[in-house]
């Protein structure tokens, strides 16, 4: 007689990766935000603030980098595998 025992595994799935870059603007408010969508997984922090520097450096001279955000989603699935002895 043959036991079927089930093993389960969790994946963890990256979704979606965005990086905002917000740029201050004198005398208003409001920041003005630029997204980058599907950017590279977990990249270096001098990368991430290469980019907003890059960013604010092709704005109007008066803007200036306030922040970049950096967002990431990830699924996570619970699989059940049969296993059979």
């Keep these: 007689m ?3 025992l089930q093993r ?3 994946m963890k ?3 979606k990766t965005k990086l905002t870059v917000e740029l201050s603007q004198p005398g208003e408010d409001k920041t ?3 997204n980058f969508n599907d950017v590279v997984s977990e990249p270096s922090e001098s990368a991430v603030l290469a980019l907003g520097e890059t960013m604010a450096n092709l704005a109007p001279a008066e803007n200036e980098l306030a922040l970049v955000t950096e967002k990431v989603e990830y699924s996570h699935v619970q ?3 049969e296993i059979v002895e």
């Design 2 to 4: 043959k036991n079927k």
């Design 8 to 10: 389960r595994m969790t």
């Design 13 to 15: 799935n990256l979704e």
């Design 32 to 34: 003005l935000k630029k």
């Design 79 to 81: 699989d059940a595998e």
